[in-house]
């Protein structure tokens, strides 16, 4: 089975969460003429590390080592049930070779291999998909999270779009504008909060 990647797809539904649209709500000019449109004078730009975000907030933290746990899981018991199906099968061209069986006994376990390699492949998708759904699940909840910060945050800040920077997605940015340790430490205080409130709910 191919290793199921937890971090890249989280990572890939991060990337686009900060841009946010634009304040100006003058009205559009005729671009018919020959004239340039006006740049805003009062354009405010701010870009966030997405690193950061995957690394240092606590909701991300915890989730991708829930799904990378459940992702080894998957790994090892499909390992398993591999190599027992194929040491059963090598036991079987084994005692063909020496006779061992008539003919209506090999076709008998043959058939029980391929039954086994089946069930096989069907366990693999289906844990497959419930891994892929789970991941979905968390994506989304990551995304709304996230979202909603920017948008109680911006509020206040009044940024005419916030920027995601992955690499280099960006070529060049001053660090001035820079608001990851902000937003990193925002999320994280919310976050907490949140996770207080459940337990509170649960006693």
């Known amino acids: 089975m191919t290793k199921l990647s937890t971090f890249g797809a989280i990572a890939v539904a991060v990337v686009a969460l900060f841009s946010l649209s634009s304040c100006d709500n003058s009205p559009k000019s005729d671009n018919s003429s020959d ?29 991708s080592l829930i799904l990378e746990k459940k992702s080894q899981n998957i790994q090892n018991t499909l390992q398993q049930k591999g190599q027992a199906l194929q040491a059963a099968a090598n036991n079987f061209q084994q005692k063909l070779q020496q006779n061992a069986y008539t003919r209506e006994q090999a076709e008998q376990v043959q058939a029980g291999l391929q039954k086994q390699n089946a069930d096989l492949e069907a366990l693999q998708a289906r844990l497959t998909a419930e891994f892929q759904n789970e991941t979905a699940k968390f994506n989304e909840a990551l995304h709304d ?59």
């Open 35 to 63: 004239e340039k449109p006006k740049v805003n004078s009062t354009l405010k730009i701010a870009y966030v590390e997405v690193d950061s975000i995957m690394t240092q907030y606590e909701f991300c933290k915890e989730y």
């Open 145 to 203: 999270s996230i979202q909603h910060f920017i948008d109680k945050y911006n509020k206040d800040k009044k940024y005419t779009m916030i920027l995601s920077k992955s690499g280099d997605n960006i070529l060049y940015a001053n660090k001035g504008i820079d608001i990851t340790d902000e937003i990193v430490k925002g999320l994280n205080k919310t976050y907490k909060k949140g996770s207080s409130a459940k337990k509170e709910e649960k006693k």
